[in-house]
C-alpha cells in the first residue's frame, strides 16, 4: 500500500535561507509523487509533481524537488525563502489504479522569520 | 467558476445532528474526490466520482456517511448522526482527463468545509 512519510512537523527558517521539506514514501511500482502547498483557509496548490524522466523537477514560486529512487525520497527544495512562502506543505504520492486518489503525508508547517 | 467551490466554509453541529455539505467543481471537470482532513493531519480520501458514478468509496469512515452526484457536476457529502470525531476539514477536488501533462490527472482543490461537532 502506499504510504508518505515527512518526518518534520515544524521548521522555521529566515527569510532568505534554503530551505528543504523531506518526503519518503513506500509503494511498491514507479510513484507519481506530488507536492501541495496549503495556506490558512485556502485549498491545496501543487507545486510540482514527478511522474517520470528528469529526477529534478521545477515547480512553482521557485521550488523544485528531487525524486531519488533509491532512498525512497522526493524532498522539496527552495534556495531563497521569502516571507510569502510561510504555510503547510503535503507531499503525496498517487495512487495508480482505481480512483487515482491521492496519499497524502500529515504535512509539514514552515514558518519564516525576518 | 473559476475554481473549486464548497459550502458552508464553516459548519457546527451538536452530536448526532446530520450535516450536508456541497462542492462545486470547475465547470465540465469529470471526476470528483472527498478528502478528510483530521486537525494536524493530511488529507484522507474518503470517495471518488467519475460523472455520477460513485466508483470509489473505500475511504468512508462509516456508514454515516453518504456522497451523491446526481447530474454528474455538484457533489454532496452528507454525514448522519455527526460524531465528535467527525470533526475535520472536508475537502474536495475535481480534475479533467485532458487536464494532464502526464499519466495522472491534477486535481483541484477547494478551500474545505470545517465541520466542528460539539
Known amino acids: 500500500a502506499q504510504s508518505v512519510t515527512q518526518p518534520d512537523i515544524h521548521i522555521t527558517v529566515s527569510e532568505g535561507a534554503s530551505l528543504e521539506l523531506r518526503c519518503n514514501y513506500s509503494?511498491?511500482?514507479?510513484?507519481?509523487l506530488f507536492w501541495y502547498v496549503q495556506s490558512p483557509g485556502q485549498g491545496l496548490q501543487l507545486l510540482l509533481k514527478?511522474?517520470?524522466?528528469?529526477?529534478l523537477v521545477q515547480g512553482i514560486k521557485g521550488f523544485e524537488a528531487e525524486f531519488k529512487r533509491s532512498q525512497s525520497s522526493f524532498n522539496l527544495r527552495k534556495p531563497s525563502v521569502h516571507w510569502s512562502d510561510a504555510a503547510e506543505y503535503f507531499c503525496a504520492v498517487g495512487a495508480s489504479t482505481g480512483a487515482n486518489n491521492l496519499f497524502f503525508g500529515t504535512g509539514t508547517r514552515l514558518t519564516v522569520i525576518p | 467558476g473559476a475554481g473549486v467551490s464548497q459550502s458552508p466554509r464553516y459548519k457546527v453541529a451538536k452530536r448526532g445532528q446530520d450535516v450536508a455539505l456541497r462542492c462545486d467543481p470547475i465547470s465540465g471537470h469529470v471526476s470528483l474526490f472527498w478528502y478528510q482532513q483530521a486537525l494536524g493531519q493530511g488529507p484522507e480520501f474518503l470517495t471518488y466520482?467519475?460523472?455520477?458514478?460513485?466508483?470509489?468509496k473505500s475511504g468512508l469512515p462509516s456508514d454515516r456517511f453518504f456522497a451523491e452526484r446526481p447530474e454528474g457536476s455538484v457533489s454532496t457529502l452528507k454525514i448522519q448522526r455527526t460524531q465528535q470525531e467527525d470533526s475535520a476539514v472536508y475537502l474536495c477536488?475535481?480534475?479533467?482527463?485532458?487536464?494532464?501533462?502526464?499519466?495522472?490527472?491534477?486535481?483541484?482543490f477547494g478551500p474545505g468545509t470545517r465541520l466542528t461537532v460539539l
Open positions: 466520482f467519475q460523472n455520477e458514478a460513485q466508483l470509489d
Open positions: 477536488a475535481s480534475s479533467h482527463p485532458e487536464i494532464t501533462s502526464g499519466p495522472y490527472n491534477e486535481q483541484f
Open positions: 509503494y511498491g511500482a514507479t510513484p507519481y
Open positions: 514527478y511522474f517520470s524522466g528528469d529526477t
